[in-house]
C-alpha cells in the first residue's frame, strides 16, 4: 500500500497513556512488606507506612498523591457507614470472545479479580457526606486500570439514574486510561450510554459534579469525566484526552512538563478547581450545601 | 484504477493481461477477441470472489484505501443542492469537518462529516481527517441550527480518530466531545450516522450518536485503531492484523452485536470502483431511513434513542454474598 492513504496518527492515539502501559503505584507499594514503608515515585523519599497512611496516602515532603483504592476513597470522603452498594452483582463476561498474546479476556478478568478483590473497574452506590445524599459512582485504577468497559459503564449509570430517581447530587470520581479494548467498540459506546443519562439528569435540575483523579484520560475524559456541573481535580494528577507522550510524538517536539495535568487543564478553563485531598470532603460538602440551599430557596421565594 | 492492495495480485494479473490486449484495439484477433471477453469475466468472478471473503484485516486495507469516496464525494453525487457552512464561530474553521445545509430529492438537511482529505495538500488541510475541537464544535452549531429548523441530520463517519495535539488538548479537545455526546441524545430532529470508512474512537462517536447507525459494507468501526490496540495488547503495533480479528470492527461484525442497524451493500470491488453506483445506493439507503425516522413523533423518537444507548453493554449478574459489598 502507498503510505499516503494512510493517516498520520501516532500508533498510540487516545491510548498513549493506556493502563496496561502505566506503572501501577499499587504494585510498588506493595511489593514492600506490609506497607512498612513506601517509596514516593515523585520525590523519591522512603515514607513510613502508617503515616503516610494518616496523610490521607499523600506525600508529606512532596504532596504526591497517590492513588486511591475505591474502598478507600469511600473512606476519605463519605460519612461513616452511610454507603450503601448499588448494581454489586454486575459481574464482566466476554462478549467478543477476546483473545490476545494467548491470553483470554475470560481469563484476564479472573486474574484482576483474584490479585484486586474487586469484580470490576466501579463501585456505585449512595452515601452522605455531612448528612447530605448524593448517589456516587468510584472507579478504582487497581482493576484493567480502571478501564471503561460494559460493567462500569452500566454501573456508572445506574448511579447517574439513582441521582434522577432520588433528585439527589450525583458524584463520579474518575480514574481511567479510558475505554476497555477487550470489549471493542462495547465499551466505546458506553460513553454515549453514560452522556445520555447526564443529559437527562441535567434536564431535571439535578447537579452532577466529576471528580479527577489520576488519572483520567481517553474515553472517559472525552464524556463524563468534562460534563460535570463543577469539575475538581486532584494535585498534579494526569488528565487529558491523550497521554503526552503520544502528544509529544504527534507534535515532533518536547512538550512542557506539566502538560496533561491538572495545572494544564485549569489554566486552560476546563475545570473548576485543583483540591487537595485533605479538603476534598469539606469542598464536597460546601458544594453539596450550596445546591441543596438553592433548591430550596427557589421554593421559598 | 490500479489493483494495489496486497490481496488484489490475482486481479491485478488479470488486468494486465486485460489492459495488454486491448492496448492493440482494432488489431485484435478473433480468438483474442474472446480471450479478452473471457479475462474481463474472469476478473469480475474473481473480484466478486476475493471481496465476498474478506478478512478483517484486508476490510481495514480497503476501509482505508486512497481512492475510497470521502465525505465531499458523496455531497456531490448525493445532494441537489449544498451550502457549506464554515467556522466554529468561537475560534476557528478545522476542515477535517465539513458540512453544512443540503438539499437531497427536493428535501432540505443538515449533512457533515470527516473529510480525509485525497492529495497531500487538502491531507494537510483536513488534518488527515482527526477532528480538531472546533470541529466537533462547528458540527454541534450545525445540529442545532437544524434542530431549530426541523429539518434531519446526516452524519459522514470516516477517521481514524480526533487529533492528538498540543492545541487540542489546550482549547478541550475532549470537552468538544463530551458535550456532543451529551447534545445529541436530545437533539429535537432526527439524526442518520453512516460509518463510510473508518470510525475511530471518541472522534468518531462525537459525531455519531445517532437514531440508526449505518455501515458501508466494507467500513470498520472500533474502540481504537488496529495499530493502537496491538501496541498496547500485543506491546507491538505490527500485531495489528491480530488486533482487527480480535476487536471485531467489521460492518458484520457489528450487526450481529447490535451496534449497527444496517449493512449498505459495495460495488464489486469495494467504495472505489464505483463512486457514482455506491453513491446511488447510499442515497437510497438515506432516504428511506429518514422517511421512516420521519414518520415518528418527537417523543417516540427521542425515547427509542435514548433507549438504543441505554441498552448497549454485555454483562453478567451474579448472587451477591450476605455481608459484602456495602457498609464496610
Ligand atoms: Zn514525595
Redesign the interface.
Known amino acids: 500500500?502507498?503510505d499516503?492513504?494512510?493517516?498520520?496518527?501516532?500508533?498510540?492515539?487516545?491510548?498513549?497513556n493506556?493502563p496496561?502501559?502505566i506503572p501501577s503505584v499499587a504494585v510498588s507499594a506493595r511489593a514492600l512488606p506490609d506497607n512498612l514503608a513506601v517509596k514516593c515515585p515523585n520525590c523519591r523519599e522512603l515514607l513510613v507506612g502508617k503515616d503516610w497512611e494518616k496523610n490521607n496516602h499523600v506525600c508529606p515532603r512532596c504532596g504526591h498523591h497517590f492513588r486511591l483504592s475505591a474502598?478507600q476513597r469511600?473512606?476519605l470522603l463519605l460519612d461513616e457507614?452511610t454507603?450503601?452498594?448499588l448494581a454489586?452483582?454486575?459481574?464482566?463476561?466476554d462478549?467478543?470472545e477476546?483473545?490476545?498474546?494467548s491470553q483470554s479476556y475470560r481469563a484476564k478478568l479472573e486474574d484482576e479479580q483474584a490479585k484486586s478483590g474487586l469484580?470490576e473497574s466501579v463501585v456505585a452506590?449512595t452515601g452522605k457526606i455531612e448528612g447530605l445524599p448524593l448517589a456516587l459512582a468510584i472507579m478504582d485504577f487497581r482493576f484493567i486500570g480502571g478501564s471503561m468497559g460494559?460493567?462500569a459503564?452500566?454501573k456508572i449509570?445506574r448511579a447517574i439514574e439513582k441521582g434522577l430517581e432520588d433528585h439527589i447530587p450525583v458524584l463520579i470520581v474518575s480514574a481511567s486510561g479510558g475505554?476497555?479494548?477487550?470489549?471493542?467498540?462495547?465499551?466505546?459506546?458506553?460513553?454515549?450510554?453514560i452522556?445520555?443519562?447526564?443529559?437527562?439528569l441535567?434536564?431535571a435540575g439535578v447537579p452532577y459534579i466529576s471528580l479527577l483523579t489520576d488519572p483520567t484520560t481517553?474515553?472517559v475524559?472525552?464524556?463524563?469525566?468534562?460534563?460535570g456541573d463543577v469539575i475538581l481535580a486532584e494535585p498534579g494528577a494526569l488528565i487529558?484526552?491523550?497521554g503526552p507522550r503520544?502528544?509529544e510524538q504527534?507534535?515532533h517536539q518536547r512538550?512542557p512538563k506539566d502538560?496533561?495535568t491538572s495545572e494544564?487543564v485549569l489554566a486552560?478553563?476546563?475545570i473548576d478547581a485543583i483540591v487537595h485531598r485533605r479538603m476534598l470532603r469539606a469542598t464536597l460538602a460546601k458544594l453539596l450545601r450550596l445546591y441543596h440551599n438553592a433548591g430550596r430557596s427557589a421554593v421559598i421565594g | 484504477m490500479a489493483y494495489?492492495?496486497?490481496f488484489e495480485r490475482p486481479l491485478a494479473e488479470l488486468d494486465k493481461r486485460i489492459q495488454g490486449l486491448q492496448r492493440k484495439g482494432d488489431r485484435l484477433k478473433a480468438d483474442e477477441r474472446a480471450q479478452l471477453r473471457s479475462l474481463e469475466q474472469q476478473l469480475e468472478e474473481r473480484t466478486r470472489q476475493i471481496y465476498g471473503n474478506l478478512t478483517r484485516w484486508q476490510r481495514v486495507?480497503v476501509a482505508?484505501?486512497?481512492d475510497r469516496p470521502y465525505t465531499n464525494d458523496y455531497i456531490k453525487l448525493i445532494c441537489d443542492d449544498y451550502f457549506e457552512m464554515r467556522g466554529d464561530r468561537r475560534y476557528g474553521d478545522d476542515r477535517a469537518i465539513q458540512g453544512g445545509m443540503a438539499s437531497i430529492d427536493g428535501k432540505t438537511v443538515f449533512i457533515l462529516g470527516h473529510q480525509?482529505g485525497r492529495d497531500?495538500k487538502e491531507?494537510t488541510e483536513c488534518s488527515?481527517?482527526?477532528t480538531h475541537p472546533e470541529g466537533c464544535r462547528k458540527a454541534l452549531r450545525m445540529m442545532r441550527e437544524a434542530e431549530r429548523f426541523h429539518m434531519p441530520v446526516i452524519t459522514f463517519i470516516d477517521t481514524?480518530?480526533?487529533?492528538?495535539?498540543?492545541e487540542?488538548?489546550?482549547?478541550?479537545?475532549?470537552?468538544a466531545?463530551?458535550?456532543n455526546?451529551?447534545?445529541m441524545?436530545?437533539l429535537h430532529t432526527p439524526i442518520l450516522s453512516i460509518v463510510i470508512g473508518e470510525g475511530g474512537?471518541?472522534g468518531a462517536?462525537?459525531f455519531g450518536?445517532a437514531d440508526r447507525i449505518l455501515m458501508l459494507e466494507n467500513a470498520i468501526?472500533?474502540?481504537?485503531?488496529p495499530?493502537?490496540?496491538a501496541?498496547?495488547?500485543?506491546?507491538d503495533?505490527a500485531f495489528a492484523s491480530?488486533?482487527a480479528e480480535?476487536?471485531?470492527?467489521t460492518a458484520p461484525d457489528?450487526l450481529e452485536?447490535g451496534?449497527i442497524e444496517q449493512i449498505i451493500p459495495e460495488p464489486v470491488g469495494g467504495a472505489h470502483r464505483n463512486h457514482l453506483e455506491m453513491a446511488e445506493t447510499l442515497k437510497a439507503a438515506i432516504l428511506e431511513n429518514l422517511a421512516e425516522l420521519e414518520r415518528l413523533p418527537m417523543d417516540v423518537l427521542l425515547e427509542k434513542r435514548?433507549q438504543r444507548?441505554?441498552n448497549?453493554?454485555?454483562?453478567?449478574?451474579?448472587?451477591?454474598k450476605a455481608g459484602?459489598?456495602?457498609?464496610?
Do not use: C
Open positions: 500500500m502507498k499516503e492513504s494512510q493517516p498520520a496518527l501516532p500508533v498510540n492515539s487516545q491510548n498513549g493506556h496496561e502501559t474502598e469511600i473512606e457507614g454507603f450503601e452498594e454489586a452483582d454486575l459481574i464482566p463476561t462478549p467478543l477476546f483473545v490476545s498474546r469484580k452506590g460494559s460493567v459503564g452500566e449509570t475505554a476497555r479494548m477487550q470489549e471493542g467498540l462495547l465499551s466505546l459506546m458506553q460513553m454515549a450510554k452522556s445520555a443519562a447526564l443529559a437527562r441535567s434536564e481517553g474515553g475524559m472525552a464524556s463524563f469525566a468534562s460534563l487529558g484526552f491523550s503520544v502528544v504527534f507534535m512538550l502538560t496533561n494544564f486552560h478553563g476546563m | 494495489d492492495l496486497e486495507q482505508r484505501h486512497r480525509k497531500l491531507k488527515f481527517g482527526l481514524q480518530g480526533a487529533s492528538p495535539g498540543l487540542d488538548e489546550q482549547r478541550g479537545i475532549s470537552q466531545i463530551a458535550e455526546l451529551e447534545v441524545p436530545r474512537s471518541g462517536l462525537a450518536v468501526y472500533m474502540v481504537a485503531s495499530e493502537a490496540a501496541s498496547i495488547l500485543w506491546r503495533s491480530h488486533a480480535a476487536m471485531r470492527i457489528l452485536l451496534l435514548y444507548y441505554r448497549i453493554g454485555a454483562f453478567a449478574t451474579e448472587p451477591v459484602s459489598g456495602s457498609n464496610r
